[in-house]
């Protein structure tokens, strides 16, 4: 071989190798070479991949207005305030949070419905009503120092007085008990049918209710409904006095 091939050899080695090693590279990454300043790797590109995992959790068991701070919390805000993810605050974190809760209540639920840096607005749940962001605003800022009041949900109990069984009782009906009472499904006693309900109520209208909040059968405790047992209770009053 003359000097001139074997030169060649020696170059198409030196320049071929990288790039062999680089294509394999490559392929094992899937085709992509992590960039942390790629835009697929900022703030908004991450919180958008882990979106749908949080949101999809969403709690539809209470009519829209319903859920309280607690329930939004977990349902919609525990993905990004559960670790800090993209800066938002860590829950329960009061250097974190300090700061934040210096501006006021009205602030920070005005951030937290119209959005405010990475943050989405509401969060990404635009089904959430403003009153239900102000009541997750709420719990977690009290969970680090506040001594915010979270907003009233309509048709319940006010200073320790009744909840409207007319009111609050037909709301969740309408939300959560009615699929299965309307029609009587997996054996649930009929709305409004006396002859259904009668062997229910034999024990009286308080164990009839107490048996609803702990679950029998096909029924889950409370029907599914994630309020609380004041509620339902109200939602019990109803079904039972149509039946009356």
């Known amino acids: 071989m003359s000097a001139k091939g074997l030169i060649g050899i020696i170059l198409a080695a030196i320049i071929g190798i990288p790039v ?5 590279i490559k392929v094992a990454t899937g085709g992509m070479l992590l960039d942390a300043g790629s835009p697929t790797m900022t703030n908004e590109a991450v919180i958008a ?9 969403l709690d539809e068991s209470g009519p829209p207005g ?17 670790t800090g993810l993209a800066g938002a605050p860590k829950f329960s974190d009061a250097g974190a949070w300090g700061p934040r809760i210096s501006q006021g209540f009205a602030k920070l639920v005005e951030h937290a419905v119209k959005g405010f840096n990475a943050m ?3 969060g990404g ?36 007085g009744k909840i409207d069984p007319a009111v609050k009782g037909k709301e969740i009906y309408d939300s959560v008990c009615m ?28 164990a009839a209710i107490k048996i609803g909040i702990a679950g ?16 339902f209770h109200a939602a019990a009053e109803y079904l039972i006095n149509a039946a009356k």
Request: hydrophobic residues 40%; neutral net charge.
């Open 20 to 24: 062999f090693i680089y294509l394999v």
């Open 49 to 57: 991949r882990v979106q749908p995992v949080g949101f999809a959790k």
């Open 66 to 82: 319903s859920r309280n701070g607690k329930a939004v919390y977990e349902s919609v805000c525990l993905s990004c305030h559960g």
């Open 120 to 122: 989405p607005a509401k």
């Open 125 to 160: 749940a635009a089904d959430l009503t403003d009153d239900e962001v102000a009541r997750a605003v709420a719990y977690m800022g009290n969970a680090s120092g506040g001594k915010f009041t979270e907003p009233a949900i309509a048709g319940a109990a006010v200073a320790g």
């Open 179 to 206: 699929a299965c009472h309307t029609s009587g499904l997996a054996g649930a006693p009929k709305f409004g049918d006396k002859a259904d309900w009668a062997s229910r109520l034999k024990d009286g209208v308080d």
């Open 216 to 231: 029998k059968g096909a029924m889950p405790p409370k029907g599914g409904y994630q309020g609380s047992d004041e509620e």
